[in-house]
C-alpha cells in the first residue's frame, strides 16, 4: 500500500509541475508597446513545445510568427527611421545558421509555423518540435503583418511589420 501511495504521489507530483507558462500579446507600433490583444500559452509536450495563440484585431490571411532572441518588445531604429518591435532582435538563432527555412528544415530555432487569422482572430496551437519552454524563456513572441515563405529573400520571408508582441515569462 505504501508503494502505491509514493508512486500515486510522485505522479501527482510531476503533473502539478509540467512546465507551462502564460504571457499577454501586445499590439506593438513605431510608437511603442499598445494593449493586450490576447494571450499565447506555453507547454512543453512529448517531442517540442506546444504554442497556443489567442488574439483579435488581426487582419485576415497569414501571418509570421516567430521567437526572437531577446526579452524586449519596445520599437527601435530600422533603415533611419523608428519601427515597432526592433529592440527583440533578430530570430532566436542559438546555433548561428543565419538562415531561415522555416520549423522543422534546419534553420534557425526562432521560425515558428505561420499563423491564419480569420475574422480579425488567431485561435492556434501549434506544435514546435525538439524546443523547449527553457529554450525560449525571457524571449519575445512576434507576429508579423504578413505571411512567410520560410526563405531569406524577400528580408525574413516577406513576413513584413511587426505588429504583436510578448515576452515569454523565465
Do not use: W
Request: hydrophobic share 35%.
Amino acid at each position: 500500500m505504501l508503494k502505491f501511495l509514493i508512486a500515486t504521489s510522485m505522479l501527482a507530483l510531476t503533473a502539478a509541475t509540467a512546465v507551462a507558462a502564460t504571457l499577454d500579446v501586445n499590439a506593438i507600433s513605431a510608437e511603442g508597446v499598445g494593449k493586450s490583444i490576447g494571450s499565447a500559452t506555453f507547454s512543453d509536450a512529448d517531442g517540442g513545445l506546444s504554442i497556443k495563440i489567442d488574439v483579435s484585431g488581426m487582419n485576415d490571411g497569414e501571418h509570421g510568427f516567430h521567437v526572437h532572441e531577446k526579452g524586449d518588445c519596445s520599437p527601435g531604429m530600422k533603415d533611419g527611421k523608428m519601427a515597432a518591435g526592433i529592440a527583440a532582435g533578430a530570430h532566436y538563432d542559438p546555433q548561428s545558421t543565419k538562415s531561415h527555412k522555416g520549423p522543422d528544415a534546419g534553420g534557425h530555432e526562432g521560425d515558428l509555423p505561420k499563423l491564419m487569422a480569420a475574422g480579425g482572430k488567431i485561435d492556434q496551437t501549434v506544435m514546435v518540435k525538439d524546443l523547449t519552454l527553457a529554450d525560449v524563456a525571457g524571449r519575445s513572441l512576434m507576429i508579423h503583418e504578413g505571411g512567410d515563405n520560410y526563405s531569406d529573400n524577400p528580408e525574413n520571408g516577406g513576413g513584413k511589420g511587426r505588429i504583436a508582441c510578448g515576452v515569454i515569462p523565465r
